[in-house]
């Protein structure tokens, strides 16, 4: 018989997930006060915050408790990497169904717990309550450099870059949504199911002041690159013959995969911006950055993002990227 939330009770949980999360070093007193007291920290602080819920960001049957829990945590943690920061803490917040199987919340809570600990954090509290679907809300502490890489450092002449690959979760969306089967329809669930924060690139990126502007993507390169425009005050210009994709993304037609990789969003990669002068020592830094790094454009004076396919500005039809309350479908070029 499936032990459900409804027959345990809220102490109950609470004291089961409490046995889920050791004490950390830092951390004075964790989950099960009123509030978390960590140790005083001596760099600027980073705190951000991120809802998945259900029928909105996921479906229950596209991945496991464990794996949404972790996928909670990165994408929420992905902010923390965009401005150069290091995790210190995690918040987590559930609201879920009274039906809900008890080794599934476990198992949820546990997923943040090792994103958490795997970035060097902790999860260190959080909150539960009964909702009609399952949602999880994550806050993140953390921490960064004296100069914290925004949005508004870049200049125009600077060159754009992006880390990993675009447009397989986008792609393992639609596959997931479909119940397409196949080894190629898996292999972008993946890209969807698991990404990984970029913490490692963007503290290197800050460190050594390789980027004067960042975004992590999380709507879609189009969308993400005229916010790191608009608050830099410059356009951009993004070569779309160069965009990186994911080896499953062969498997559909070039523009079918431009426009996954332009717009479909939910890679929580990097975009950020290099001046002329950095860019060998951003080449140089490859090792210490752990992951693939592009030249996708540049910044230039004006305001916009342009998007050119072998070399002529084309328009992009369509959505720039995901928007909550608007329609979307992508846009294609």
Do not use: K
């Not at 046995?19 to 099960?32: F, H, S, Y």
């Not at 960001?57 to 923390?80: I, K, Q, T, Y």
């Not at 508004?152 to 979760?169: I, N, P, S, W």
Request: with cysteine; proline share 6%.
């Amino acid at each position: 018989m499936t032990d459900r939330l409804r027959e345990r009770g809220e102490q109950a949980l609470l004291a089961a997930i409490r046995q889920l999360i050791p004490e950390t070093a830092g951390v004075r007193v964790g989950p099960g006060d009123d509030a978390a007291v960590l140790a005083p920290l001596r760099a600027p602080l980073l705190l951000t915050t991120d809802a998945m819920v259900e029928g909105v960001h996921f479906r229950r049957p596209w991945l496991s408790p464990h794996a949404l829990g972790r996928r909670a945590f990165e994408v929420s943690a992905s902010d923390v990497a965009a401005m150069g920061g290091s995790v210190v803490g995690t918040l987590l917040a559930v609201a879920a169904p009274s039906r809900l199987p008890t080794r599934d919340l476990r198992a949820l809570v546990a997923g943040v717990r090792d994103g958490a600990r795997a970035a060097g954090g902790a999860l260190v509290g959080g909150n539960l309550a009964a909702a009609d679907v399952l949602s999880l809300t994550i806050a993140v502490l953390g921490t960064c450099p004296s100069r914290p890489v925004t949005r508004a450092g870049g200049r125009a002449g600077d060159q754009l870059f992006v880390t990993g690959t675009l447009g397989g979760a986008a792609l393992g969306v639609r596959a997931l949504a479909r119940r397409s089967a196949g080894r190629d329809a898996a292999a972008a669930a993946r890209c969807w199911r698991g990404p990984r924060a970029r913490l490692r690139a963007g503290a290197v990126l800050a460190r050594r002041r390789l980027a004067t502007a960042m975004i992590d993507l999380s709507d879609g390169l189009l969308i993400d690159a005229e916010r790191l425009c608009a608050a830099s005050g410059v356009a951009g210009r993004i070569d779309a013959d160069r965009l990186p994709v994911p080896a499953v993304l062969r498997t559909v037609p070039p523009t079918q995969a431009r426009a996954l990789a332009l717009s479909g969003g939910e890679d929580y990669e990097l975009l950020f911006a290099v001046p002329p002068a950095r860019v060998a020592a951003l080449r140089a830094a490859r090792d210490a950055l752990g992951c693939r790094v592009t030249h996708v454009g540049e910044l230039r004076a004006g305001r916009g993002v342009a998007v050119t396919v072998a070399g002529q500005t084309v328009r992009a039809r369509g959505p720039r990227g995901y928007d909550h309350f608007r329609p979307n479908r992508g846009a294609s070029a």
